[in-house]
């Protein structure tokens, strides 16, 4: 069992959060899994996703350039992924409503519960807390509970270095 959770950070996350029907929908029909890349990309690609592409390299073009240089993924290649995994994210709503629908509910409050633990440690603020619509957050776009142990594996590894 996890650390506990405090209703102030029960609180600063949650309050205002309300059911999503449209992610139970997109939960319930996701065909995404029968295209090509082709069929997904061309699907998903739209000019309001264009636009935010173009923000977000504005916006986080120093941190992308530097990734860039260390790992030499373009910075495009990287937003585009961004883009057509999340949209450039959404918030804790999405996790919520999947924590409360029938169908896979345990899953979801147990990442529920992890992703508002790292809100309780101050990994992150509920405003960070972005992610896709199926439940992954950050930009890694993993389940809460992964990024918590990625966090406590990139913290001892902190203090061995």
């Known amino acids: 069992m996890g650390a506990a959770i ?6 600063s996350a949650l309050n205002g959060i309300t059911y999503d029907p449209a992610i139970i929908a997109r939960d319930h029909s996701q065909s995404v899994f029968q295209q090509s ?3 997904f990309s061309g699907r998903m690609v739209s000019p309001d996703r264009l636009r935010k592409g173009s923000n977000m ?3 986080y073009g120093s941190i992308l350039e530097r990734i860039e240089e260390r790992y030499g993924v373009p910075a495009e290649v990287l937003v585009a992924i961004w ?3 999340t ?21 979801f409050r147990a990442e529920l519960l992890d992703a508002l633990r790292t809100i309780e440690r101050g990994d992150l603020t509920p405003a960070q807390l972005i992610g896709a619509w199926a439940g992954e957050i950050s930009q890694t776009q993993f389940v809460p509970s992964a990024c918590i142990s990625l966090q406590l594996i990139s913290k001892a590894s902190d203090v061995v270095t």
Do not use: I, N, P
């Not at 919520?96 to 029938?102: Q, V």
């Open 6 to 11: 405090s209703q102030q950070t029960m609180a």
């Open 37 to 39: 890349f082709e069929q």
């Open 57 to 59: 390299l504005k916006r």
């Open 83 to 85: 883009g057509l995994e």
């Open 87 to 107: 949209d450039y994210g959404f918030h804790v709503r999405s996790l919520a409503t999947l924590a409360y629908d029938c169908r896979r509910s345990e899953k």
